[in-house]
């Protein structure tokens, strides 16, 4: 009895330590294999200083970067916590936290059904990130004016 009693102790033993071990072991390898390169953003031809955020597959970018760079202007109201983005064609205005977007004509009647592109623009460090995906809507959803190549989000002004 006392060596049934050893054996499965020690079998407890062996099996505890395995536990531990081993998945040390996979998380190391794991580690150095999956590592990933930062994004990049270059907005008409030109790398800007700023990187993407990716939150829920949604790429989120800086909107002032990328609309000075892009011929955008924005405007933004602390008290709302909302931004105004004004491309040739649309505008856009856009509240902080909210996954809910809308453009409308600056030249015509009309407005686009609204849309969730996965997350709410988002204030970190005093930046507003907003979704690359809506400087696509801000264009009429021409393809050439956001194009996702080998780590690069490439946004380009449509005229």
């Avoid at 907005?43 to 800007?48: A, D, L, R, S, Y």
Wanted: proline content about 4%; some cysteine; overall charge negative.
């Amino acid at each position: 009895m006392k060596l049934i009693s050893r054996l499965l102790l020690l079998s407890f033993f062996a099996l505890t330590v395995f536990t531990y071990i081993l998945p040390v072991e996979a998380t190391s390898t794991n580690q150095e294999s999956t590592q990933t390169q930062q994004d990049e953003i270059i907005v008409n031809g030109t790398k800007i200083n700023s990187y993407p955020i990716i939150i829920n597959d949604c790429t989120l970018v800086p909107a002032r970067d990328v609309c000075k760079n892009l011929g955008f202007t924005i405007s933004w109201d602390s008290d709302e916590q909302t931004a105004t983005i004004n491309s040739k064609n649309m505008q856009s205005t856009v509240k902080i936290g909210q996954d809910l977007y809308t453009a409308q004509s600056t030249i015509a009647l009309g407005m686009t059904a609204p849309i969730s592109l996965g997350s709410g623009p988002l204030l970190i460090n005093d930046k507003l990130y907003i979704p690359a995906e809506l400087f696509r809507i801000l264009q009429g959803n021409n393809p050439e004016s956001l194009i996702y190549n080998n780590h690069q989000i490439l946004l380009n002004t449509i005229e």
